[in-house]
């Protein structure tokens, strides 16, 4: 079965500073990749999502991910953070049988 | 345009006593249709999928049971809460398995005592 791995448990950055977030994955298939942000009490809303071609994935809210075969990645990335966006970030991996995995999740905090 | 409700929002019930949760999608047909839960600090576990009316399948043993009685219906229940039950239940609709988007709810908070 499919997983993922998210490093980092908690990211704090400042307002205007870049942002990445990172994401690793295991599955022996071409894998289908999603980035989904949380607000505190909320219900997961999907940022991005990879299934083939373009290795550089554009998004909503100013977010881009990009997706590394060699290095089994799809980390996320946005050049100037907002203090709108801190929230939880979620990678996920899906496959064919109707699993999808998610990561633990990176809580992020944005200084003002 | 598809919306997807979840009540209650917050629940607080007694260890032991029983549990129903609800799920219902508007806008869309023949969902699949997805439980999970998400615990204090933790990622998302999926409890639960189904395919069609009638049909689901369980990812992981457990106190808690699934029912679709209606195509745009999914109920989450329990005989029995245990303290462990405790957590964020998010209820989630896709139209391609596991390789397509999911769409999730708001959400139940169920904190057991």
């Known amino acids: 079965a499919q997983s993922v791995t998210q490093p980092d448990i908690h990211i704090t950055v400042s307002e205007g500073a870049s942002l990445e977030l990172r994401c690793n994955y295991s599955?022996?298939?071409?894998?289908?990749l999603f980035w989904y942000v949380q607000s505190p009490g909320q219900g997961l809303q999907l940022l991005l999502k990879?299934?083939?071609?373009?290795?550089l994935v554009q998004g909503i809210k100013g977010f881009e991910a990009e997706f590394k075969r060699s290095q089994s990645s799809f980390n996320l990335r946005k050049p100037s953070v907002h203090w709108s966006d801190a929230a939880e970030y979620f990678c996920?991996?899906?496959?064919?049988?109707?699993?999808?995995?998610f990561g633990a999740g990176t809580r992020l905090t944005v200084k003002p | 345009s598809q919306t997807i409700h979840q009540w209650p929002a917050t629940l607080v019930q007694p260890v032991g006593s029983p549990l129903s949760l609800e799920c219902t999608v508007e806008?869309?047909?023949?969902?699949?249709l997805y439980w999970y839960r998400q615990a204090a600090g933790r990622g998302l576990q999926l409890l639960f999928y189904?395919?069609?009316?009638?049909?689901i399948s369980s990812e992981v043993p457990q106190n808690l049971s699934a029912s679709r009685p209606q195509d745009r219906q999914f109920i989450l229940s329990s005989k029995k809460l245990l303290l462990s039950d405790s957590g964020f239940y998010l209820c989630?609709?896709?139209?391609?398995?596991?390789?397509?988007?999911?769409?999730f709810g708001p959400g139940t908070r169920l904190t057991v005592l």
């Open positions: 189904s395919v069609g009316i009638g049909q």
């Open positions: 806008g869309t047909s023949n969902p699949n």
């Open positions: 990879y299934f083939s071609g373009d290795t």
């Open positions: 989630a609709w896709g139209s391609g398995g596991g390789t397509d988007t999911q769409y």
């Open positions: 599955y022996g298939a071409t894998p289908y």
């Open positions: 996920a991996v899906g496959a064919l049988n109707n699993d999808m995995r």
